[in-house]
């Protein structure tokens, strides 16, 4: 077969073998990892108070600063020595309910076989109000860790929003697809992070997304309204005054509400 006209010249990448097996650790460090750790920078405000992280704390300590009161470890290995909790994140039934105020999950759903349960978990185990921080990868060699039969899913955008909307409302969902043609091929070498620059990190092609990253809220319950009844009556010198009374649809009452009355509106 002959090359086409305009064929390009592949050089050191015309191989069938990647130039790297180690996610570009031995290069200068992983590519994924120039889009991981901007989004959780951008986002370090998000976690404060108690965080919970899977495997080690490294990203709750570097972007957590001063804000973080509570650091945990998951896992499901219990011979992890960082580990603060060894649980399954599909079904923790041993973590609380609203007990965190950040989860940061990064590149870790792909390897857990049912994300729908996870992320189900997750949003029973966050306060109200409180973040989770995701990262999954849309394209990227399978996970020497867990092998073959280990590693399951690679997502796009439209594949994560499937997946949080289940559990998280849509309007508190902000998914983004990151990375383009170019990252992908030297991703899928073994590349390390410098051989590209930032103008190539820079440009994304949601047809050819590398990362897709995933901000989801815990709604925070609406307000309850009480009402606040003000009621004409007659003191021990027959003169009215207006003496207020408080109802609440969801507490017991002492009396009834009076028969004429001026209502006012006001916030739990």
């Known amino acids: 077969m002959e090359a086409p006209a305009d064929g390009l010249d592949l ?4 191989r069938v073998t990647p130039v790297s097996r ?3 650790y031995d290069r200068g460090g992983p590519i994924d990892r120039r889009y991981i750790e901007p989004f959780l920078e ?9 965080v919970l992280e899977v495997q080690e704390p490294d990203y709750s ?3 957590g600063a001063g804000r973080v009161t509570r650091s945990d470890v998951v896992d499901l290995d219990p011979a992890n020595p960082r580990a603060t909790l060894v649980s399954d994140l599909r079904a923790a039934a041993n973590i609380p309910s ?3 105020d950040c989860v940061i999950l990064t590149q870790t759903i792909h390897v857990i076989d049912d994300m729908p349960a996870v992320a189900a978990e997750v949003a029973r185990i966050l306060k109200p109000g409180g973040v989770l921080l995701a990262t999954l990868p849309a394209a990227s060699r399978v996970c020497v860790e867990y092998g073959e039969d280990g590693d399951f899913w690679r997502v796009t955008a439209a594949g994560a929003r499937a997946v949080f909307a289940r559990a998280f409302p849509h309007d508190h969902l902000e998914i983004e697809s990151l990375g383009n043609v170019l990252v992908n091929a030297a991703f899928m070498f073994g590349l390390g992070a410098g051989e590209l620059t930032p103008d190539e990190y820079g440009f994304s092609d949601p047809y050819y997304p590398a990362l897709i990253t995933v901000r989801a809220r815990k709604p925070r319950p609406p307000a309850v309204a009480g009402i606040l009844l003000y009621h004409r009556v007659a003191d021990s010198t027959g003169s009215d005054v207006h003496r207020p009374w408080h109802y609440h649809p969801d507490r017991a009452q002492t009396q009834p509400p009076p028969a004429a009355c001026v209502l006012r509106r006001c916030r739990a």
């Open 11 to 14: 050089g050191d990448l015309r």
């Open 22 to 24: 180690e996610w570009g």
């Open 42 to 50: 951008r986002h370090a405000s998000d976690i404060a108070g108690a």
């Open 61 to 63: 300590r570097r972007f």
């Open 98 to 100: 609203d007990t965190y």
